[in-house]
């Protein structure tokens, strides 16, 4: 996956480019600041910084992180001052720099993450978190006719795509579109507090850092 979006890194944002999600687009990017305002924010796999201009400007602070390089040197041209930067794994949060975080991101992570490490990753977000610390997941809902399609199915329910890139290589990817009632399912300890929000082509998962059950 890593080094997927490594070789993407130039190429990703034109994925905002799709004339049938603007309309979504513009929601998100006023509804996300809003979210986050106020608050020392740790974020999970942030690419190219896409989703962290919107929403930084109104946070406290901000470490944004990413496994690829590439990605991180695009995200530096567009965060402002109080983001710092940083290369890590996703899976080992523990050795990032500690802060107080009071809130958590992660734009269009959560459907690159089997389904059997669900359960580890959030236990191991939440551990490094601030007790109810509000997390924010925003990713893709699976849409026929602006969706890649999915090429196969695995044993363990995940599912994945063919994905081209313009230097003419062709990369299996992890790409899992959960429903309303899967996400819920995840947080069932948090059911008071959760919420999911659906667009026509993407949704969000707000929920408390809290001890959680497995997908």
């Given at each position: ?8 890194a ?65 995200a ?25 975080w ?78 309303r ?35």
């Amino acid at each position: 996956m890593q080094d997927y979006y490594a070789a993407r890194a130039k190429e990703y944002d034109q994925i905002y480019a799709k004339p049938e999600r603007q309309a979504d687009l513009r929601q998100m990017e006023a509804w996300l600041p809003s979210a986050l305002a106020g608050r020392n924010v740790l974020e999970i796999a942030c690419g190219t910084g896409y989703w962290t201009q919107f929403y930084a400007p109104q946070a406290q602070a901000v470490l944004a992180m990413d496994g690829a390089p590439q990605t991180l040197e695009i995200a530096r041209t567009r965060v402002p001052a109080n983001v710092t930067l940083a290369q890590g794994d996703a899976y080992q949060l523990a050795a990032l720099e500690q802060r107080p975080w009071d809130a958590a991101f992660a734009g269009f992570w959560w459907s690159h993450i089997p389904r059997t490490r669900i359960s580890a990753f959030l236990q191991g977000l939440h551990s490094v978190l601030q007790p109810g610390a509000k997390v924010v997941f925003m990713d893709n809902r699976y849409v026929p006719g602006s969706s890649t399609p999915i090429s196969e199915p695995d044993a363990d329910g995940d599912t994945y795509q063919q994905r081209p890139l313009r230097d003419g290589s062709t990369h299996r990817v992890l790409k899992n579109f959960p429903s309303r009632e899967e996400l819920l399912a995840c947080v069932a300890d948090d059911s008071a507090n959760a919420q999911v929000t659906e667009w026509d082509y993407f949704w969000a998962l707000i929920h408390l850092a809290a001890p959680l059950n497995g997908l």
